[in-house]
């Protein structure tokens, strides 16, 4: 089992920046692969980024490439989001999700409860 929370959403104005955080506990953090998702009413949940047990391995959505990066601390069990130059499209709520080498959710065993990111125009 892994327990996950997320941290560092926020409403911000379109170009600004932000970090997510999230923080595994439980089981082995670097057995999995960790992944960010979004959703938003309007649409079902769709992959952002994913980064491999030693980060040699990352993917991002084509929607978001050259804006968010995905970065990873075994040592301290986290996984982060940072992300600039937001824009109002990037409006949803972001899960960290921890599981296999894919980019659907349904390779993901394990979710957090997700956090809001907001951006205005």
């Known amino acids: 089992q892994v327990q996950l929370v997320e941290s560092g959403g926020g409403s911000v104005q379109a170009g600004d920046s932000l970090r997510l955080s999230c923080t595994a506990s439980?089981?082995?953090?670097?057995?999995?692969?960790m992944g960010w998702f979004r959703q938003t009413p309007e649409k079902e949940r769709e992959f952002v980024a994913r980064?491999?047990?030693?980060?040699?391995?990352?993917r991002y959505a084509e929607s978001v490439k050259g804006r968010l990066t995905i970065s990873r601390d075994n040592a301290l069990n986290l996984v982060y989001l940072q992300m600039n130059s937001l824009k109002p499209v990037d409006t949803a709520l972001y899960y960290c999700a921890a599981g296999s080498l894919s980019t659907s959710p349904h390779g993901y065993a394990y979710w957090g409860q997700g956090t809001q990111v907001t951006v205005s125009s």
């Open positions: 980064i491999t047990w030693s980060g040699n391995m990352i």
């Open positions: 439980g089981s082995t953090f670097s057995n999995y692969v």
